[in-house]
């Protein structure tokens, strides 16, 4: 049995030089994707930025490369037992391309929540190749369907992101941006969930190109990396956002965690909000339907302090996102610009009320994006909650001086208030 990919003695970390032979390994079974220039980002930071765009990947994102990787170098014995792996996304549909590409046979344990478009997307990527286990309700509960496979069949444990074949294999992206650009770009920004995507483009280019500064960017909901690096080693961080669900990780790895602390990149964490608001702006400029993962790296742009007339390569990791997750998206990004406010409103029982709140209270650019009655507390009042979007976010202030103003009792509920959970 094996539960940390193919065999191997060594305990040294990843090399360049294995990247190199990663990339060899992998031609022809992942897409060389394309760096697009975009326009509307190098005008934000005033650089020149490009997307490295790993979501026109035939599965829609990196995870295939290394996948691939570590599969391609399992021995005869480790083929025949096949290999086994759980998640409830892309490192799923990498690894079934990978063995349907590469010929070996998976077993994919998938949370019982994972979308059923999901489920099918995995199986028809697999084909006959791959054989899919709900394995829990949750991911833990998967993850130890799979360890519990693998100790009994001997099949290979194919990790998300803490192997070294793994993090060679997705190092491979940082070798194609050196050779794609004319000169090396002065900044490569990478997202960072467990942290091989990270790991692999350090390792290359700490050999290769030394003098190129390297960012990784969390989601501020989950930023296991910097708490690792803040506790001298990985540790599970006790709640995690896992809105940006392709880098919600509670604890990052120890392989990656070893070659992040070697090579000491600046790490940054943004908050899901603005991740949102990259989404959408990725999606209504550039046509780029990217997952909350994928606009990781290009939402943190303009906080890097990025210096005028310099080359700036962002990774854009994935494009599997739901499109019935916009919603959510569009009211994440309000929030976070402070266009989207929620009130609840006492409104006295008595005619012609809410016309005076429309006309004393609103302002010209204001819209109630939501109004419902919470209860009627008794015959004189009943509170509503009401939901307000402003044209700008210079707006709240004149429309809480006129909510102050108000015969009408009028209270905030605050972003942080236990009672905004169940409205977001």
């Given at each position: 049995m094996s539960d940390a990919?193919?065999?191997?003695?060594?305990?040294?970390?990843?090399?360049?030089?294995?990247?190199?032979?990663?990339?060899?390994?992998?031609?022809?079974?992942?897409?060389?994707?394309?760096?697009?220039?975009?326009?509307?980002?190098?005008?934000?930071?005033?650089?020149?930025?490009?997307l490295k765009r790993e979501d026109q990947q035939p599965?829609?994102?990196?995870?295939?490369?290394?996948?691939?990787?570590?599969?391609?170098?399992?021995?005869?014995?480790?083929?025949?037992a096949g290999v086994v792996c759980a998640s409830a996304g892309n490192h799923a549909q990498g690894v079934a391309h990978a063995c349907a590409s590469l010929g070996v046979n998976a077993r994919i344990y998938l949370p019982g929540n994972t979308p059923r478009q999901k489920r099918e997307r995995v199986a028809a990527i697999g084909g006959d190749w791959v054989e899919t286990i709900v394995?829990?309700?949750?991911?833990?509960e998967a993850w130890a369907g799979a360890v519990q496979d693998a100790g009994r069949t001997g099949a290979t444990l194919v990790p998300a992101f803490d192997h070294p074949h793994t993090i060679a294999g997705q190092g491979t992206i940082a070798r194609e941006i050196m050779e794609d650009m004319p000169t090396p770009p002065d900044v490569v920004v990478v997202p960072v969930g467990g942290g091989g995507l990270l790991a692999g483009c350090l390792t290359w280019l700490g050999e290769r190109h030394p003098g190129v500064r390297v960012v990784g960017v969390e989601p501020a909901g989950a930023a296991s990396m910097i708490r690792a690096t803040w506790n001298g080693g990985p540790v599970a961080l006790e709640t995690i956002d896992r809105f940006v669900d392709g880098a919600a990780v509670q604890r990052v790895g120890e392989w990656t965690y070893r070659v992040v602390a070697e090579h000491s990149p600046e790490l940054v964490a943004v908050a899901e909000g603005r991740v949102c608001t990259e989404m959408i702006a990725l999606y209504q400029t550039e046509g780029i339907i990217a997952e909350p993962a994928g606009a990781l790296a290009s939402s943190a742009l303009d906080a890097l302090g990025i210096e005028p007339g310099q080359t700036v390569v962002a990774v854009l990791s994935g494009g599997n996102n739901d499109v019935l997750r916009y919603p959510e998206v569009m009211e994440r990004s309000l929030i976070?610009?402070?266009?989207?406010?929620?009130?609840?409103?006492?409104?006295?029982?008595?005619?012609?009320?809410?016309?005076?709140?429309?006309?004393?209270?609103?302002g010209p650019d204001d819209d109630i994006a939501l109004f419902e009655y919470v209860k009627r507390n008794n015959r004189e009042t009943g509170p509503a909650l009401v939901g307000i979007e402003l044209g700008s976010r210079q707006d709240l202030q004149p429309l809480l001086e006129r909510m102050a103003a108000s015969s009408i009792d009028i209270e905030p509920i605050p972003h942080d208030s236990p009672l905004f959970r169940f409205i977001l």
């Open positions: 990919g193919p065999r191997s003695t060594a305990e040294d970390l990843p090399t360049a030089a294995d990247v190199d032979a990663a990339a060899e390994r992998l031609r022809g079974r992942v897409a060389r994707t394309p760096l697009t220039h975009s326009a509307r980002l190098s005008e934000v930071v005033g650089a020149q930025v490009w599965v829609r994102s990196y995870k295939g490369r290394g996948a691939a990787n570590l599969i391609a170098q399992l021995d005869s014995e480790q083929i025949w394995g829990g309700q949750t991911y833990d976070h610009e402070g266009r989207k406010h929620y009130f609840l409103v006492d409104f006295p029982q008595e005619p012609g009320m809410l016309r005076q709140f429309l006309d004393q209270v609103l």
